[in-house]
């Protein structure tokens, strides 16, 4: 099975910092791959470099056999790669339709015009949104947002704001799906909740997701496979269990008095 | 009551009954008011419709698209500049004033190049810059019409044949007026606006869902410059004449002025704060010492303060001052503005007598 999303050797250094020394790894249709290591070990960085907020200074970026490193945020958009955020970058003043309805964004084309003659429901930009609005309405069904659906997001439980950016994320329709530590946070209920989304994601829609995650059961439970960086290095790549009893990552989390 | 039945209420023009209802009289007061009323108030409705104009256009920028901009005395000159110089080369006048805003909205374009990277402070100065700038080359170059200004050509567009030229002139501004506040209010629920409140409110996010950041924050400066333009080009005719001192640094801080009392990124609040600080604009203005002298109680005390420690005539630009503090006292209080006491009157209305 050849990989939807391929990372090929990617580094880059901020200054003198070298935050990511030639990180390889890959993710198939329908695959889950959760990426993790302790603090600052550069995951976050990786995610940033696929979303094209960071552009690599070594290596490769490939989507679908297209090499996306170098692109700016949107077009990386475009070719359908979704992502949430670490630290919740929702729209606060949007109500939970409406920044879902921001990600319909690259689906819909209604200009400056249009948008301004939107008078009755039946003029082009209104039928579009009102189409939108449908399969936004879909998502909030598939992740219980019902009850918050007109609410402004920034008054929303943290929980539940993960919940919404993952909608978000969703509403675009990726092929390549980023969560950035969507579990953080999140009391049992959530996670599991969390969990059976996610697995339902990729059995319905055969999203290929990269997952950041520091929870290893929640990891374990959903990752066929798992990739450990430790100070920018891809330091184990394997089955949850390989990598959980792998030496070096024992040592990257406990130190290496505590492996000896 | 809340209950929604389809998708499409959420994009109605008119949410509630009552809305609509109030909505209708409104217009219908403002179609019968060149019946009923004398040229003066004519000229106050018109003076405050283009400030509705220029104030929509200035929250899409400010309060939707979350960019400051110091400069927009500049895009409402050239408004009003490539108006009159249009008019003079012979265009008929609604052609012209679409033209005056497409020229502003270019301008705006311009401004916005520096924006993708500015942002706060440093896009303030810029923007400031862009104003003085402006101001400046109007004001001093022959081409046109230095000091003066150029010659506004007389208003000649018959909206409704038998009204005079100031009853017209009324029609087309209230009626811009109400065409800008449809437009702006229909751009902000759809895809082009949502995309400027989402750059606000995170810039990141919206540029991984697929916002080309350089072309909406552009976007957005074209936009409020059109309106802003718009606002000018009728500025021109409304007062007759053009006078480039007209568009200095304190016009920009004016319109400003709307936004925040009226409420950052709302549109009933654009047009509660353009009603507002216009009505006081034409009150403070004119304000003479004996003004001063028939307040109740104080009066006297306070004309002789003001006497002694400003200027013997009365107090010119006292409007500033009023301005300032209502801005430090909105800030404190009420930082919604004027749509955050409407909002909130409204919600207590709703649960009466609970």
């Not at chain 2, 990141?204 to 552009?218: H, M, P, Q």
């Not at chain 2, 549109?267 to 004119?286: M, R």
Request: charged letters at 15%; one cysteine or more.
């Amino acid at each position: 099975m050849s990989a939807l999303l391929e990372i090929d050797q990617i580094g880059i250094s901020f200054g003198g910092v070298k935050a990511l020394l030639g990180v390889s790894l890959a993710v198939a249709r329908g695959e889950v791959v959760a990426l993790i290591g302790p603090n600052g070990a550069g995951k976050t960085t990786v995610f940033n470099c696929i979303s094209g907020l960071y552009h690599p200074q070594q290596g490769r970026i490939v989507v679908d056999g297209r090499e996306i490193q170098g692109l700016r945020p949107h077009r990386v958009a475009q070719l359908g790669i979704a992502r949430t955020f670490q630290n919740i970058e929702l729209f606060k003043h949007m109500s939970t339709v409406d920044n879902l309805l921001l990600g319909r964004h690259l689906h819909m084309r209604s200009g400056v015009l249009a948008g301004m003659a939107l008078l009755g429901p039946y003029l082009p930009a209104a039928r579009e949104e009102l189409r939108h609005r449908t399969r936004v309405e879909e998502i909030i069904d598939f992740l219980d947002l019902q009850a918050v659906r007109g609410e402004r997001v920034g008054n929303l439980p943290y929980g539940t704001q993960k919940v919404v950016e993952l909608g978000r994320a969703l509403a675009m329709e990726p092929r390549v799906l980023l969560l950035d530590e969507p579990a953080a946070g999140m009391n049992l209920e959530e996670k599991q909740d969390l969990r059976i989304w996610i697995q339902d994601i990729v059995a319905l829609f055969g999203v290929a997701i990269l997952l950041i995650e520091h929870d290893m059961q929640f990891v374990g439970d959903l990752a066929q496979r798992v990739v450990a960086l430790n100070y920018g290095e891809c330091i184990a790549a394997g089955t949850p269990a390989e990598v959980r009893a792998h030496p070096e990552v024992l040592k990257a989390y406990l130190g290496a008095e505590a492996v000896a | 009551m809340d209950m929604k039945r389809s998708y499409y209420e959420d994009l109605r023009l008119f949410d509630t009954l009552p809305l609509s209802l109030w909505l209708g009289v409104a217009v219908l007061a403002l179609a019968a008011a060149p019946a009923v009323f004398g040229n003066y108030p004519l000229y106050v409705i018109g003076y405050i419709a283009i400030n509705v104009i220029v104030a929509l256009g200035l929250n899409v920028l400010v309060g939707y698209t979350g960019q400051i901009s110091l400069g927009h005395a500049g895009f409402f000159a050239i408004g009003a500049y490539a108006v009159t110089m249009l008019a003079n080369a012979g265009l008929p006048i609604l052609p012209a004033l679409l033209l005056a805003g497409l020229i502003a909205a270019a301008f705006g374009f311009l401004l916005g190049l520096p924006a993708l990277r500015l942002e706060g402070p440093y896009l303030a100065v810029v923007t400031l810059g862009f104003g003085l700038t402006v101001e400046t080359i109007f004001a001093k170059a022959a081409f046109f019409g230095g000091a003066t200004g150029p010659a506004v050509p007389a208003f000649d567009l018959v909206l409704v044949p038998g009204f005079s030229r100031e009853q017209n002139l009324y029609l087309l501004i209230v009626a811009t007026a109400g065409l800008s506040l449809l437009a702006v209010r229909n751009l902000m629920h759809t895809r082009v606006g949502r995309a400027f409140v989402a750059i606000r409110d995170s810039d990141i996010a919206a540029s991984c869902a697929g916002v080309d950041l350089t072309y909406y924050k552009t976007l957005a400066f074209a936009v409020s410059a059109f309106f802003t333009g718009l606002g000018g080009g009728l500025f021109a005719f409304h007062l007759g004449q053009v006078d480039p001192t007209t568009f200095n640094l304190m016009l920009s801080i004016l319109f400003l002025a709307m936004v925040v009392i009226g409420g950052v990124g709302s549109i009933l609040g654009s047009v509660l704060g353009a009603v507002v600080i216009s009505l006081l604009n034409l009150k403070l203005k004119g304000l003479k010492m004996a003004d001063f002298e028939q307040l109740p109680l104080i009066g006297h005390e306070l004309a002789g303060f003001l006497g002694r420690n400003f200027m013997e005539t009365g107090m010119a630009n006292i409007q500033f001052i009023v301005y300032g503090t209502i801005l430090v006292l909105i800030m404190l209080f009420e930082p919604l503005g004027l749509y955050g006491i409407w909002i909130r009157t409204k919600r207590y209305w709703r649960t009466w007598p609970f």
